[in-house]
């Protein structure tokens, strides 16, 4: 089998509130080159494609409401250049970040998780940087106009080389295929696909700066790697690497348990003989607690009575006064017009129920004095307060709190000394306990000790090694990207010296591509096929025409064919292509079989698609991965279904989203 390059996934996870919905791509832990995704529409075959594609940088998710409810986060188990990596991004709003750890799934992280933003997607810590240095393409430079040398450049994303490795839905059968509606994109495709087969212009100086940048990057993980070898050094980290240390750690300490166990369990029998003894202790001991309990109970209430009857008897002085009130404050007779100031000849009196000074009407007032009628106007309208009610009420209940503040200070004494005697009989009853079983159990005290003491010695020391374990995790990780880059180097450099002439070159990979593009229509048995080729601008022609004037369906083989042949072209050719492509819906516009366009339904035979693949993943494309979605895929592959949403309660799964149904 071909050494896996690029990018293979393994496993899908959706991590939901609760539970998680899990798609996996591998059989017996290893990839699966054909994997199959079949069901009815809207049950989720789309959704783990994006899913997919998010994972790997894209920048949304699919947002269906029951994605939205359910779930929490996507973890997405990659292989990069074939060893496991796990990469986590959030769902609700499209992350900036994503966190990439080495590892599986079920399986604790080899290394820390490390940060990875999503954009800028040039920058060295991006994540489409990691995901591009597996692809052979770190660094790559695409020029805004491509025929301008002078042109500002724009780095290559992951995101442009899904391209060739995500055949989405939309773009099946459209007649906007190759983003013929939009020339900054066709340009980039065009790009993208010349810089994955190394033909694009100007390579040397773009090689060139690629082994600069490059040479940058090594020289500083060099000193990184140099740095974190003498620290871990220093820390004596080597002996982590030495299985037996572990080993020999962890079963000293199983050892030191199950004796810590044992010791327990005898002296709990050797001193079997003072359960009455422990029943006298733990019932003295309850006592106490309840006596003690009673006792704060009643100080609280005291305390808090206390200020209560302060503050009844403070309410009983303030009604004594109000009572009082007019009798002990002079009424402020009027003597003096309050006109000229004169005194006046008699003071102010009721003449025939009017006012003398005012001549207003006057209710019934024995003496007029100033506030006397308007105090009896509003004694008529309102009810006048009744101060004695209000009295003996306030006295009544003064009287019921000072009772019981006398009852409680009564019985303080009494359970202060209840508290004290239950706290004397559960220290003769510990002491009892103590002298009845401590020549026994003393025997065990000094082995259990250094039980303990080994205990924590030995704890500690798996502790060292697991931080040195990290260390050198880390070291290693660090070895890996210095390896790794200066692989890459070395086939910069080498493709630098092999550098051919560029126009042949783009000329021998178009010739290969589009005879594979014609083979491949062929095999499918296209109806009337001639003169299919692929142009220098990478449109497809088909009998003379550009593929924009076929019919739904043939436009459906036709693009399909495109994304294979470049696919095939480019892992055959050691290309820096990711090494797997996804294809959604490949039988769009064919009618399963009964369908729209009938001319090319009946020609073709979805089985000659299925059986194309499974017959050059076989063979020339051994160590490719091909994911397919598919509503109704053909018998022949049913071994390479790896899920089957039948939208059908009765027949789980439901769908991606397996408990939402409704």
Same mark, same amino acid.
């Given at each position: 089998m071909t050494e896996a390059q690029g990018i293979r996934v393994r496993r899908l996870r959706l991590v939901g509130i609760g539970r998680n919905y899990d798609v996996d791509f591998t059989t017996e832990g290893r990839v699966q080159d054909l994997s199959v995704i079949s069901g009815a529409f809207s049950s989720g075959k789309t959704a783990v494609l994006e899913f997919v594609a998010y994972g790997l940088g894209a920048k949304n998710h699919p947002r269906h409401p029951e994605v939205l409810r359910k779930v929490r986060s996507a973890l997405l188990e990659v292989e990069l250049s074939g060893d496991t990596h796990v990469i986590e991004r959030a769902i609700g709003e499209p992350s900036t970040v994503a966190f990439v750890r080495r590892g599986q799934l079920d399986q604790p992280s080899l290394s820390p998780p490390e940060r990875r933003d999503i954009a800028p997607a040039g920058a060295p810590q991006s994540l489409s940087s990691l995901l591009l240095s597996h692809c052979k393409l770190e660094g790559v430079e695409l020029r805004e106009a491509p025929t301008n040398a002078e042109s500002r450049t724009d780095p290559l994303s992951i995101r442009d080389l899904m391209w060739l490795a995500f055949l989405p839905n939309e773009r099946v059968a459209?007649?906007?295929?190759?983003?013929?509606? /939009?020339?900054?994109?066709?340009?980039?495709?065009?790009?993208?696909?010349?810089?994955?087969?190394?033909?694009?212009?100007?390579?040397?100086?773009?090689?060139?700066?690629?082994?600069?940048?490059? *040479?940058?990057?090594?020289?500083?993980?060099?000193?990184?790697?140099?740095a974190a070898t003498a620290f871990v050094a220093e820390q004596n980290a080597e002996t982590a690497n030495e299985p037996s240390t572990r080993l020999n750690s962890e079963r000293e300490l199983t050892s030191i348990t199950a004796q810590i166990e044992e010791l327990d369990?005898?002296?709990?029998?050797?001193?079997?003989? @003072?359960?009455?003894?422990?029943?006298?202790?733990r019932s003295a001991a309850q006592n106490a607690r309840t006596a003690s309990a009673v006792l704060r109970d009643r100080e609280t209430q005291l305390a808090r009575m206390l200020p209560l009857r302060a503050q009844y008897a403070d309410d009983l002085l303030k009604l004594g006064m109000l009572a009082q009130a007019r009798r002990l404050f002079d009424p402020l007779r009027v003597r003096t017009c309050p006109a000229c100031l004169h005194p006046l000849s008699a003071s102010p009196h009721v003449i025939e129920g009017h006012c003398s000074m005012c001549d207003h009407d006057l209710p019934a007032t024995p003496d007029l004095t100033l506030g006397a009628a308007?105090?009896?106007?509003?004694?008529?309208?309102?009810?006048?307060?009744?101060? @004695?009610?209000?009295?003996? /009420?306030?006295? @009544?209940?003064?009287?019921?709190?000072?009772?019981?503040?006398? *009852?409680?200070?009564? /019985?303080?004494?009494?359970?202060?000394?209840?508290?004290?005697?239950?706290?004397?009989?559960e220290q003769r009853a510990a002491k009892a306990l103590d002298e009845a079983t401590s020549p026994t159990v003393s025997t065990f005290l000094a082995a259990r000790d250094e039980l303990h003491r080994r205990k924590e010695a030995v704890t500690r020391q798996i502790d060292q090694l697991n931080t040195a374990s990290k260390l050198q995790e880390s070291l290693a990780k660090r070895a890996g990207l210095v390896n790794r880059q200066e692989a890459n180097l070395g086939r910069l450099r080498e493709e630098l010296a092999q550098l051919g002439d560029a126009t042949q070159d783009r000329n021998d990979v178009l010739r290969n591509i589009s005879s594979r593009f014609a083979r491949l229509l062929a095999e499918w048995h296209y109806p009337k096929l001639s003169q299919a080729h692929v142009g220098t601008d990478l449109t497809p022609f088909v009998r003379g025409e550009p593929y924009q004037e076929a019919s739904s369906g043939a436009r459906t083989l036709i693009t399909l064919a495109w994304q294979l042949a470049v696919f095939e072209t480019a892992f055959e050719s050691g290309a820096?292509?990711?090494?797997?492509?996804?294809?959604?819906?490949?039988?769009?516009?064919?009618?399963?079989?009964?369908?729209?366009?009938?001319?090319?339904?009946?020609?073709?035979?979805?089985?000659?698609?299925?059986?194309h693949l499974t017959q050059w993943l076989a063979h020339h494309g051994n160590g490719a991965q091909i994911i397919v979605a598919d509503n109704s895929p053909p018998d022949l592959i049913d071994d390479r279904v790896i899920v089957r949403y039948t939208r059908d309660e009765s027949q789980p799964p439901y769908g991606l989203i397996e408990d939402e149904t409704g």
């Open positions: 459209d007649k906007n295929f190759l983003f013929e509606n /939009s020339p900054p994109r066709k340009h980039k495709l065009r790009q993208v696909v010349d810089v994955v087969f190394g033909v694009h212009d100007d390579r040397a100086v773009e090689l060139g700066s690629r082994i600069k940048q490059l *040479e940058g990057r090594l020289n500083r993980s060099r000193g990184e790697l140099a369990q005898q002296a709990r029998a050797a001193t079997s003989f @003072a359960e009455e003894l422990r029943q006298t202790y308007a105090d009896s106007r509003l004694d008529t309208e309102n009810e006048q307060l009744d101060v @004695a009610a209000e009295i003996r /009420s306030t006295k @009544a209940r003064l009287k019921e709190i000072t009772t019981y503040i006398e *009852e409680l200070d009564a /019985s303080l004494a009494s359970a202060k000394q209840r508290a004290h005697t239950a706290g004397l009989e820096a292509h990711p090494g797997f492509l996804m294809i959604d819906s490949p039988q769009k516009n064919l009618g399963h079989g009964t369908g729209r366009d009938t001319l090319i339904a009946d020609a073709v035979s979805t089985d000659d698609f299925y059986r």
